[in-house]
């Protein structure tokens, strides 16, 4: 278990406020004042450490917009944005089990026709879907 891609995922980005900011920084960049408004309850410190962890994994980049004091503007990086997918589907999930009795019409449906939408491995070489037996993981 320990080659798991989602212990990886986890090692990197696994704690509330960490997957808080990222979600704030979908919208796109946002000086530190702007995310300590947007992740509602999280500590200046805690704030501070994450970005700094999320920088490190190349996940946030920060941007200087101020020399004295230092200030920075902080965005995703693409592998960041990457994180978007993830994080609908996570959400997805939360929103459908929030409660000890599910809601099973809280769930994410297309707007033109009100069907559920569904999450699908996609082949963009080949420009068609794929079915779970499709798709292995492969470590590079």
């Known amino acids: 278990m320990a080659d798991s891609g989602l212990v990886a995922a986890v090692e990197r980005v696994g704690d509330r406020w960490t997957l808080l900011i990222i979600e704030a920084l979908l919208g796109g960049p946002m000086r530190y004042s ?7 309850g999280i500590s200046p410190n805690i704030l501070a450490a994450r970005l700094k962890q999320l920088e490190a994994e190349a996940i946030v980049l920060a941007t200087p917009y101020q020399d004295r004091p230092q200030r920075f503007q902080y965005e995703l990086t693409a592998s ?4 978007a997918g ?5 959400a997805d999930w939360g929103t459908r089990h929030a409660t000890d009795d599910p809601d099973p019409d809280a ?5 033109a026709c009100g069907t559920a939408a569904e999450a699908r491995w996609w082949c963009p070489t080949c420009d068609v879907p794929l079915d779970e037996d499709e798709a292995t993981l492969q470590h590079f």
């Open 34 to 40: 702007d995310l300590q408004e947007a992740v509602a």
């Open 80 to 83: 960041g944005q990457e994180l």
């Open 86 to 90: 993830a994080l609908r589907l996570l």
């Open 107 to 111: 769930i994410a449906r297309h707007d």
